[in-house]
């Protein structure tokens, strides 16, 4: 399969993604997702530095998927 280079921007700092051709908007409405999350971290707990940041975020996300895996259908 072909592949694509995404710039998506986190804590305003740019990145380069790879991923699969066509899956371009998927991958910067997930980064989108990531950097709403931190902002609201930031604006909560203000200047902690961005891997305290950046593990925060993490762990919101693996909760929430935690949270879609075990929920009863």
Do not use: F, W
């Not at 990531?34 to 902690?48: D, F, R, S």
């Amino acid at each position: 399969m072909t592949q694509s280079v995404v710039t998506v921007r986190i804590n305003d700092q740019p990145y380069q993604m790879g991923c699969d051709a066509g899956a371009e908007n998927h991958v910067k409405t997930m980064a989108e997702e990531v950097n709403a999350i931190l902002q609201e971290l930031k604006q909560a707990v203000g200047a902690v530095g961005d891997t305290r940041l950046l593990a925060m975020t993490s762990i919101i996300l693996a909760d929430r998927a935690c949270l879609l895996y075990t929920s009863p259908s």
